[in-house]
C-alpha cells in the first residue's frame, strides 16, 4: 500500500476544501476513523486519511460527489485503498461501491454519524461533545425532523454491515470525537 502523510491529505483537502464547517466535518471524520483503526488494531493514520478525505469533492462539485473525488485522487497517484474508501462512503447514495473491508464498512457508517453528533452538540446548553451520552445521541436518532439531511438508514445498514449494534458505534464515534474535540470543533464552552 502507498501511504499517503497526514499533511499531505490535509494539503489535498484545503486545496478543494475551504469552508470551515465542511474541514471541520472532514476532522471529525479522520478522528473517528483513526478510533476505529486503533480500536481494529489498523494503522490508524490510514484509516484517518481516508475519513479526511473522504469528501474531497463536496465543496467544489456537489453535482458530482465522488466521481470528481476519484478523477482527482487518480491524478494524484493515490492508493487504491483511499479510492475505494471514497466510493464506498457513498454507496447507494452516489455510488455502486459496495463497503468490502473493515475500513469502508466503518466510513460508510460513521460519516453520516459524524454529521447527526455535531448537529446534537449544536443544540446542547455545552455545545460540546465532551459531555455528550449515548442516550441523547439515540433521542435525536429517533427523531426524523431532527437534522433530517442524516441519512439514518445508512447508520443502519452500517451497523448492520460491521455487525455491530448502533449503541457501541455512537459511544466509540463518541470517544474518537471526544479526543480531538478542539481540533473538530466540537469542544463547545467546556
Partial sequence: ????????????????????????????????????????????????????????????????????????????GLDELYIRAMNCHGWGICTNVEPQSKLEKTLYTVDELCGLINATCLMRPSKSVLDLEVKSVKKKFKDKAFAAGVNREVIRKGCELLGLELDEVIRETIAGLQERAEAVGMKGNL
Fill in 1 to 76: 500500500m502507498n501511504k499517503l502523510a497526514r499533511s499531505d491529505a490535509w494539503n489535498l483537502l484545503t486545496e478543494y476544501t475551504q469552508t470551515e464547517a465542511l474541514q471541520h466535518h472532514a476532522l471529525a471524520v479522520e478522528a473517528v476513523m483513526a478510533h476505529f483503526g486503533r480500536l481494529n488494531g489498523e494503522d490508524e493514520e490510514v484509516w484517518g486519511v481516508a475519513g479526511l478525505l473522504h469528501d474531497l469533492d463536496y465543496e467544489k462539485f456537489p453535482e458530482q460527489h465522488c466521481q470528481k473525488s476519484e478523477e482527482i485522487m487518480r491524478e494524484r
